[in-house]
Structures are given as C-alpha cells and as structure tokens.
C-alpha cells in the first residue's frame, strides 16, 4: 500500500523544487523586498530586480544604495603602478641586433628633448628601425605574440568595450573565441595587465593580451570615431561620488538591467548595464540582450567622500543625455 504514495510524494516534491527554482533570490541588503501593493503585484507577475556584480538587489532604492558603495570604493582606489619591463626595450633591440648604442642614445636624447611619446616611436621618427622591428622587440619585451591580423567583426561588434578605454590603453579587441570564451586583445604600446583583468570582470571572460603595430592600432581607433556607438555614454570629467551615483541609478532605474557590472581601469569607471528585450518575429517573441556602457572619466581631484546615501530620482537633469 504504502508504495502505491511514492509516485505523489515524488510529484510534491517536485513542485516544490520548482516553486524555489522559481523564486526571486533574497536582496542582498535583507530589506524584506517591495512593501507596495504595486509593488509586490508587479514582483509576483513580473520578475524585477538586478544583479550587480553577481549579487542581487530586489528594487531600484536598494540597487542605488550598493552602487554608491561600490563607485565610492572604486573612485578612491588608486590606480596601480605600471608593471615594469623586464629588459628595456632599446637594449633589447641591440641585443638583437636592430640598433646600436649610439641609436638608441640618440632616440632616448631626442624623446627627452622632445618630452612625450615613447621610446619605440622615436627610433621609428629617426629612421633606425622599422614599426615591424619594433613591434616584434615590444611582443618579446612583453612575453606575447604578435598580432597578424584583424577581425573587424569583433573591432566592431556593439556592446564591447567602450571607445574612451580603447582610446586610453591603445588597445583593440582582436579575436574572440568562443569555444574557450576567451578575448584577445591587442596593444600598441604597454600591455596593461590590469585593464585585461577589469575587462574579465566585465565582459566575464578570459582575456589574452598580443602586441600590434603603433600605427595599425591608430588607424583602427581612427576607423572606430567614425562609427555610431549609441551603447556608449561617457561622463566627465567629474569627481562628485552623489552625482555618479545618481547618474547610474538613473539609467538603472529606465533601462531596468538584468545585470550591472562595474570595474575601474584608470582614470574611469566603467558600468556594463545588460538588458534583455524581446523582438518579435512573426508570432515568436525572442529574447536579445541589449547593453547600454557608462563611463565616468574621473578627474584629478578625488573630491570629498560621501557619507550618506543620495535619495533616489529619476534622470537627474534634462542636459545629460538620454538612454537609448
């Protein structure tokens, strides 16, 4: 008799599984959720709430209250020191055989004279090597391959980096494979190891860094300022921690992400907002993520740290651009 219950038991337990499958997360701020009546009916019929670096945040007033944590944290973080080389890159150059002493004295006289670009630019300006010699010295300076070639889908995909960061590290995405969920990216001049590691944290994937030609990169971000990139916003410079606040809990608040990563590569902080919308064709409606970048481009000045939490609203003011 009593195995003629199994096959219910098993079936309410089942339900079970699937109730708790299908429930919100608990917010991570432990707030009890929306107290509403609007509230808790558009919870119950419409899931709500946002991920933010992978923890989540049942309404807008507890996301807001997490990003000015986290932007507070970021903005006063300092950067950190450029990794250094392991062999300079002139001697490097004549232990290969491309230049001389004297070469490499005159290119260090005439940078410092000149007092800007680097030291593989000015070998080139004065004729004693080639991009390509000097590109190969940097991939051996650097451990990394060289870059042979470009794919212009993944330059151009939408959604990916956003340009301010490309324009900054002088670096492009150049292949993504998917199998191994891996992003290469190529720089022109210093492989900045922790811009790939907060690109990681963005983009949740791995990063591999190569070496490209100075110029070649140039012409490509060139090639990029002519492209409309409506998923970029950029702000700044700015250093008010309640007005970057405020300016993000706005977007949130219109776009209502999925999910919310953010990360500090220099001098910015870079918000990846995803949004999942749906397109329809014919009678099927399918789902398509949608991304929406926002970059504050901090200014020198750290400003004076924030010690309470600005009161949600909506787009703070009518002059700042709108979200797509």
């Known amino acids: 008799m009593p195995n003629l219950f199994k096959p219910l038991v098993r079936f309410a337990g089942w339900l079970k599984r699937r ?15 929306p107290q509403s009546l609007w509230q808790r009916f558009r919870q119950r019929h419409r899931p709500c709430g946002t991920f933010l670096q992978g923890v989540f945040y049942c309404q807008p007033r507890c996301l807001e209250t997490a990003l000015v944590g986290h932007l507070s944290r970021l903005r006063t973080m300092a950067p950190p020191p450029p990794s250094p080389n392991r062999i300079p890159l002139g001697l490097l150059m004549v232990a290969r055989g491309k230049l001389t002493y004297q070469e490499v004295r005159a290119a260090l006289e005439a940078q410092r004279r000149a007092r800007y670009g680097k030291i593989g630019e000015w070998i080139e300006k004065l004729g004693f090597a080639t991009e390509q010699d000097v590109t ?21 995909s ?19 494979a998917a199998s191994v969920n891996t992003l290469y990216l190529a720089f022109g001049e210093r492989v900045d190891h922790a811009a ?16 490209a030609g100075r110029k070649s990169i140039a012409r490509q971000l060139e090639f990029l300022r002519q492209l409309p990139r409506p998923s970029d916003v950029e702000f700044g410079p700015m250093s008010d921690l309640a007005e970057m606040a405020r300016i ?7 776009l209502t992400p999925q999910a919310v990563r953010l990360s500090r590569l220099g001098r910015f902080i870079w918000l990846r907002l995803d949004v999942r919308s749906h397109v329809r064709f014919g009678l099927d409606a399918k789902p398509r993520s949608l991304t929406t970048n926002l970059v504050f481009r901090l200014s020198t000045d750290p400003g004076p740290a924030l010690s309470f939490v600005p009161p949600f609203r909506d787009l703070h003011a009518s002059n700042q651009p709108q979200p797509s």
């Open 136 to 156: 190969t010295a940097l991939a051996l300076q650097w451990g990394c391959p060289v870059a042979s070639s470009f794919d212009p889908s993944t330059i151009q």
């Open 19 to 33: 109730k708790l499958e299908a429930a919100d997360p608990a917010c991570a701020l432990a707030c009890g959720g």
């Open 158 to 176: 939408a959604g990916s980096i956003p340009l301010p960061i490309l324009e900054a590290f002088q670096m492009l995405p150049l292949n993504y």
């Open 196 to 211: 790939l590691f907060a690109v990681e944290k963005i983009l949740d994937c791995r990063t591999q860094p190569c070496v």
């Open 248 to 254: 993000a809990a706005s977007y949130t608040a219109r």
